[in-house]
């Protein structure tokens, strides 16, 4: 269920199926690098301002599911605009800052973008640029990303599935919502 927060500018309601806390797992395989299974943490918050926070941590797992090592991390902030045109800008911890653009799909909780400008510090790996599909798919939240180097043409490169963590205060939230129980608590499932 995706829920509008009363104190979320309202320029970002097209986004909100993005707000909250998702854990998953996905794939990551791209040439020269270890094939591995990740898991994945990511967080998008936002303060009522016209932007979304973001911030994405995945770390390599190992046969069984065991944490083993940092894989990626990133954060950044979304914006959205009238036309539904959606900019980012993102840092990751491999020393590489990016300007994405895309749009929203129409009538649908899908998000294609695309790398317009990749800056990199002299530490960073090879990459020239890449492209992502976000989409909110039976509650959850699915992407893929897709990533470009000199020496190698845009291809996929990791992917994944992640549910939304429900925090305590959110059980709260739902329990004050819920209609009014009979007096027996029988006669709401029948």
Not at 3 to 13: A, K, M, R, T, Y
Not at 95 to 123: C, F, M, N, S
Not at 127 to 141: A, E, H, N
Request: charged fraction near 25%; hydrophobic fraction near 40%; proline fraction near 7%.
């Amino acid at each position: 269920m995706i829920q509008i927060p009363s104190d979320l500018n309202p320029g970002l309601v097209p986004l909100a199926f993005l707000l909250g806390n998702w854990e998953g797992a996905g794939v990551f395989d791209f040439p020269g690098e270890e094939k591995c299974n990740f898991g994945q943490e990511v967080v998008f918050s936002h303060d009522g301002r016209d932007f979304l926070e973001y911030t994405s941590h995945t770390w390599v797992l190992d046969a069984e599911g065991n944490k083993v090592r940092p894989l990626e991390s990133e954060s950044g902030y979304w914006r959205i605009d009238k036309d539904r045109k959606v900019e980012i800008v993102m840092v990751r911890d491999q020393g590489v800052v990016e300007v994405w653009y895309g749009e929203l799909a129409d009538q649908k909780p899908q998000i294609d973008l695309v790398t317009d400008a990749v800056a990199r510090t002299p530490a960073s790996g090879p990459y020239s640029g890449g492209k992502r599909l976000y989409g909110y798919v039976k509650s959850d939240l699915m992407w893929v990303g897709e990533k470009a180097t000199p020496d190698v043409e845009l291809r996929p490169y990791m992917s994944a599935q992640l549910k939304k963590v429900v925090t305590p205060e959110e059980v709260a939230e739902m329990a004050r919502n819920l209609p009014d129980m009979p007096d027996d608590g029988i006669a709401f499932f029948r």
